[in-house]
């Protein structure tokens, strides 16, 4: 969501000039994967984390691991994703568990998401990388499968993978009524990674009420000692919204 207002290709020499060391992306990062991966290195950039491909996003799909005649597009998504993940040594691969669909029960559809993430934990271990599953909220996303953390985690007891694991999201646990602050910390035993953005409005920090300063002691205290990944709206230039930045 940051540098947007550059070509894909230009943005991980932007994001070190910015004093950043790591880089993460939705899928895909730029048209061309191996130029993308050319880029992040002549940048000296790590690779926190990469989507799968999830659908059209823009049209409002958020993944299929909940629907057995998706099967194929979702392990060949993530196939394509550890390929790019491993190149790049990113290591985690975020893929959204999908829309419920209204015309088989709710839980029949987590049960089908159980075993593919479970599959796609053993396809992933064999690439050294992890799974994460992101909660998103229900009010932006009304008929996402797991909006809340308790409810990727519960997910996750189930997989019982130890490569996949919860993308803890501040914006969308805020967004949904939860503390952030809390509820990572009485999940971080399940967190594979972290995201930030300030609650309302999914702004920069500073612009809402989840302080970013807070949250990250709070995941310090808890023992996470992984990345924090910028997915805030800069609304105009990037550079000026980190300028502005309030900790």
Do not use: K
Not at 18 to 44: I, K, N
Not at 132 to 161: F, G, K, M, Q, S
Not at 189 to 196: A, C, D, P, W
């Amino acid at each position: 969501m940051l540098f947007t207002e550059l070509p894909a290709l230009e943005r991980p020499a932007a994001a070190r000039a910015a004093g950043f060391e790591l880089v993460e992306s939705w899928w895909p990062p730029a048209d061309d994967l191996d130029a993308w991966v050319d880029a992040v290195r002549a940048a000296r950039l790590g690779v926190s984390c990469l989507n799968a491909a999830g659908g059209d996003i823009a049209a409002g799909e958020r993944g299929f691991c909940n629907l057995a005649e998706h099967d194929d597009d979702t392990f060949a998504a993530v196939a394509e994703a550890l390929s790019l993940a491993e190149r790049a040594g990113a290591p985690n691969v975020n893929v959204l568990p999908g829309l419920v669909a209204p015309d088989r029960p709710r839980d029949a559809q987590i049960e089908h998401a159980v075993g593919v993430y479970r599959e796609l934990g053993r396809l992933a271990a064999a690439h050294g990388r992890t799974i994460v599953v992101e909660p998103i909220n229900a009010v932006d996303v009304p008929a996402y499968l797991l909006p809340t953390p308790a409810a990727v985690a519960d997910l996750l007891r189930r997989v019982r993978r130890p490569n996949v694991r919860m993308l803890f999201d501040a914006y969308h646990c805020a967004r949904g009524g939860g503390d952030p602050i809390r509820e990572a910390a009485a999940h971080i035993e399940l967190i594979g990674h972290v995201q930030y953005a300030d609650c309302p409005g999914r702004g920069a920090p500073g612009t809402g009420a989840v302080p970013i300063g807070a949250f990250r002691s709070a995941l310090e205290a808890a023992g996470y000692d992984g990345a924090i990944g910028l997915e805030f709206d800069p609304r105009g230039p990037t550079l000026d919204a980190l300028a502005g930045m309030q900790t």
